[in-house]
């Protein structure tokens, strides 16, 4: 991973400004982060890469994501019922 990565991701306070998600409501941005992090985990495992370049969406969800929402998602990957595609 890059200097310039690595310093971000520990520079890291919240989210930033996405203009794809530019309202008050987040709910989208949170989701679709909570998202990418999965693929992105998902793609980098299968080539055996490191994974710990996907923190930056994690720590995008979680500061955005109700904890409850992330809970229930994570129960809902476990049992094969997420709504999403991964």
Known sequence: MSED???KIQNYRTAPFDSRFPNQNQT????????DF????K?????GGD????EWYKRVYKSLC???WVNSWDDHIAEDT???KI
Not at 28 to 35: D, G, K, S
Not at 38 to 41: L, M, P
Not at 51 to 54: D, E, G, N, Q, T
């Open 66 to 68: 109700p904890a409850s």
């Open 51 to 54: 994974a710990s370049v996907c």
């Open 43 to 47: 793609a980098m495992n299968d080539r």
């Open 82 to 84: 997420f709504p999403g």
């Open 28 to 35: 989208r941005y949170c989701w679709q982060n909570y998202l």
């Open 38 to 41: 999965h693929h992105c985990e």
């Open 5 to 7: 990565i690595k310093s």
